[in-house]
């Protein structure tokens, strides 16, 4: 659950409709269900104060409206793992502790449901990179990089709880690379493609730890993934009609 960065959010998404997320990529590698829900534009604060609505009273900048992130948390089947990845829309409007306060409280709102979380950092983007050379930007990476900081420090305290994955490093931001868009502030096709390829065997364990006797679980459909950021909006259904759906199926959100 989170923001347009998970949701696959491309420089033409606005005009098109078409967004490339990652979570197929991950959900096809883990061989779990999936549903992504995620808010493009919103912020951290923004996510809770709509966690309790049905259909977010407040929609993102695609004009998309979804449950709340405790309504998915109560859906059937019940989600045994939680991705979120916030916090980039808040970095230039609140404070540091703000950010780490808010992303805490939405990993513990999933931990009082019984869902594990995986606590995925504030990725680099053309603004928040270690490369800049600006005092003003400087100092706006150095708040992303503390902030990711508090939540590996967050995630060290829920063993088994929580899990915290490094995503900025593994996929950091470069200028000329072919994984990132014009915008500086989201990934290409590709680059969508390839977080979900990083990512998934990090968290591998965390999601299907193997058997006692050190055979790799059965693959089941009773797992199932929430992703973070914004959905497409495809015709004959809503969003949040959609997203019903594919709860009730147990299908990965498309």
């Not at 992130?69 to 916090?87: D, K, N, Q, W």
């Not at 999933?110 to 995986?118: L, R, V």
């Not at 470069?174 to 915008?183: L, Q, R, T, V």
């Amino acid at each position: 659950y989170g923001d347009s960065l998970t949701d696959g959010f491309l420089d033409t998404s606005l005009a098109t409709g078409e967004f490339e997320p990652w979570a197929p990529v991950l959900s096809d590698a883990l061989g779990v269900g999936a549903v992504r829900v995620g808010m493009s534009g919103w912020t951290s604060e923004e996510m809770l104060l709509n966690t309790d609505d049905r259909v977010s009273r407040k929609a993102d900048v695609c004009g998309k409206r979804a449950p709340g992130l405790s309504v998915l948390l109560r859906a059937e089947p019940r989600p045994t793992h939680a991705l979120l990845m916030a916090g980039t829309n808040d970095l230039g409007r609140t404070t540091s502790d703000a950010i780490v306060a808010n992303l805490r409280r939405l990993h513990d709102i999933c931990h009082a449901a019984g869902c594990a979380t995986i606590a995925i950092s504030i990725p680099q983007t053309c603004w928040s990179n270690p490369q800049l050379d600006d005092p003003a930007l400087m100092d706006l990476n150095d708040k992303r990089v503390h902030i990711n900081r508090s939540l590996a420090d967050y995630a060290a305290s829920k063993p088994g709880q929580c899990q915290y994955v490094a995503m900025d490093e593994e996929l950091p931001y470069e200028s000329d690379s072919a994984n990132w868009a014009p915008d500086g502030l989201h990934m290409s096709r590709a680059g969508y493609r390839r977080f979900g390829a990083i990512l998934a065997p990090k968290i591998r364990d965390f999601v299907a730890p193997p058997a006692a006797d050190g055979e790799p679980p059965a693959k089941s459909a009773a797992s199932h993934l929430y992703w973070s950021r914004s959905t497409t909006n495809p015709a004959g259904a809503t969003p949040a009609q959609k997203l019903a759906e594919a709860v009730a199926e147990g299908e990965t959100l498309v």
